[in-house]
T-cell receptor, first 112, second 118 residues
């Protein structure tokens, strides 16, 4: 079955560490996205990529970095510059037309 | 200014009753799309229904329908005959016109926490 796989499901980070969240899709979608969700809040766009080797900042890109070396993969790195990284992170993909968005099951990141 | 406004932080509804979840949006684009997602406690985002700005008919998907009032910039979700399994967070989201020919992502409201009571 086609879908999006995010790993790990839970991630713990120490202060000052960089951590990388994985997102893989087998839907042959061109566009991929990273969202952050804080408790009781909606999703906010961190980064998105419409094509391999290209990506754009979303609304809250500071302290995050991404790469898009393969169509199937869009990993997100939470750097030490992100001062409040504890949140739920969701990856999504869409077809070029943007009529359907598929989400992964999310990664819950906690700073310890 | 918020692009998507959901004014009901939480709602309690009796099982089998119909539910209306409010959503208003703000855009200057002529071409846009409106989405509703359900998020249970597990965190996954489940697509419910889609309405395009040029669609003349209100979208329907099973027990879900979208009351689209373009002039009022309103896209309320209606759930008929609510069930206990409908208890979840519900998010309204909008896709605006593309830049560079690709999809720019969705803008989400803050959500409504719906609780269905037996």
């Amino acid at each position: 079955d086609g879908g999006i796989t995010q790993s790990p499901k839970y991630l713990f980070r120490k202060e000052g560490q960089n951590v990388t969240l994985s997102c893989e899709q087998n839907l042959n979608h061109d566009a991929m996205y990273w969202y952050r969700q804080d408790p009781g809040q909606g999703l906010r766009l961190i980064y998105y990529s419409q094509i391999v080797n290209d990506f754009q900042k979303g609304d809250i890109a500071e302290g995050y970095s991404v790469s898009r070396e393969k169509k199937e993969s869009f990993p997100l790195t939470v750097t030490s510059a992100q001062k409040n990284p504890t949140a739920f992170y969701l990856c999504a993909s869409s077809s070029e037309a943007g009529y359907g968005y598929t989400f992964g099951s999310g990664t819950r990141l906690t700073v310890v | 200014a918020q692009k998507i406004t959901q004014t009901q932080p939480g709602m309690f509804v009796q099982e089998k009753e119909a539910v209306t979840l409010d959503c208003t949006y703000d855009t200057s684009d002529q071409s846009y799309g409106l989405f509703w997602y359900k998020q249970p406690s597990s965190g996954e985002m489940i697509f419910l229904i889609y309405q395009g700005s040029y669609d003349e008919q209100n979208a329907t998907e099973g027990r879900y329908s979208l009351n689209f009032q373009k002039a009022r910039k309103s896209a309320n979700l209606v759930i008929s005959a609510s069930q206990l399994g409908d208890s979840a967070m519900y998010f309204c989201a909008m896709r605006e016109a593309y830049s560079g020919g690709g999809a720019d992502g969705l803008t989400f409201g803050k959500g409504t926490h719906l609780i269905i009571q037996p």
